[in-house]
């Protein structure tokens, strides 16, 4: 489980430090605010009567963990942002394997602590074994309620985070209609045999492709075909020469790698903490939280 992040940042100045031109004051304004914020979230738990109203189902985020220490560090950042949007929410952290903690182990905690509801959000940008399967049996290890929400993809924000990803790899905004008919990009995945991971990989490529305005075609790193090279090979032969590869990643690791390496001009970066994605985390959270409202209320 990932500590809350502390109030003051150890790499940013301490209130009133002697900044040029009056730059410490809007540190200050930064730190009241979260203050502010922070204080307001915890009133709002309090009712009129003194007593503490019942908080919020946790958000439990669940990675799948990799042995790429880079990916541990990003997801840790990634939910640093989801607790900096939503500073009255209760953020942990849980990995379905690889990496502490684990799921099980995180949901532990919070059994010992009292929390009586938990959301899990799972941090896989498809269906499949692990969204429909694993989690739901590590969770049901616990007397903690818990409900798994979507996946992460397919989804609108999920396409923002890919599409700023290519622009900043070098990807043109703005095409000539020549540039347009040799361009393409390769949408790299991880890949599953379920079928319905394939089904949200190929809606999340249509609305990238309906936001760049050329093909995008689905390709996988493991289990599931055509690979990255595969694609590669097919847009080269139907003309397309200006292709990238859309790293469709969480977190840096092998996978990422190994895709980024087949591009035959640019390869984006994962998704990583973009803050889309921390949006994208909360939007999931929402709707199962919601959703478990609603059939408490029927």
């Known amino acids: 489980m990932t500590a809350s992040p502390s109030q003051y940042d150890e790499s940013a100045p301490r209130p009133g430090s002697p900044l040029p031109g009056g730059a410490h004051l809007d540190s200050t304004a930064h730190i009241m605010n979260r203050i502010s914020t922070q204080l307001a979230s915890q009133l709002s738990l309090v009712s009129l009567d003194g007593r503490r109203r019942p908080g919020p189902p946790a958000l439990v985020v669940v990675a799948h963990g990799s042995r790429d220490p880079r990916a541990l560090s990003t997801v840790r950042t990634l939910l640093d942002r989801v607790r900096d949007l939503r500073p009255d929410l209760p953020v942990h952290l849980g990995h379905i394997e690889l990496n502490e903690p684990l799921l099980t182990d995180t949901l532990a905690g919070l059994e010992a602590r009292g929390t009586a509801e938990a959301v899990l959000v799972p941090l896989l940008l498809s269906r ?32 923002d985070t890919l599409y700023d990803r290519l622009v900043e790899a070098g990807w043109r905004t703005r095409m000539t209609e020549t540039e347009r008919r040799v361009s393409a990009v390769v949408l790299a995945a991880a890949g599953s045999r379920d079928p319905d991971s394939a089904v949200d990989t190929r809606r999340t490529a249509h609305l990238l492709a309906q936001r760049l305005g050329v093909p995008v075609v689905p390709a996988y790193a493991t289990t599931a075909t055509p690979t990255v090279p595969t694609a590669v ?26 895709c980024a390496q087949a591009a035959p001009w640019i390869a984006s970066a994962p998704l990583g903490t973009h803050e889309a994605m921390a949006r994208l985390v909360l939007h999931r959270y929402d709707r199962s939280a919601a959703a478990a409202g609603n059939s408490n209320a029927a």
């Not at 590590?138 to 609108?156: D, I, Q, S, Y």
């Not at 090979?233 to 790698?257: D, E, K």
Request: hydrophobic share 45%; glycine share 8%.
């Open 128 to 159: 499949g074994y692990h969204v429909k399967r694993d989690i739901p049996e590590m969770a049901g290890a616990v007397a903690v309620r818990t409900r798994v929400a979507a996946p992460l993809g397919p989804h609108p924000l999920l396409v």
């Open 233 to 258: 090979r097919a847009l080269a032969a139907r003309g397309r020469h200006r292709i990238a590869v859309a790293s469709c990643f969480t977190a840096p690791g092998r996978f990422a790698t190994e």
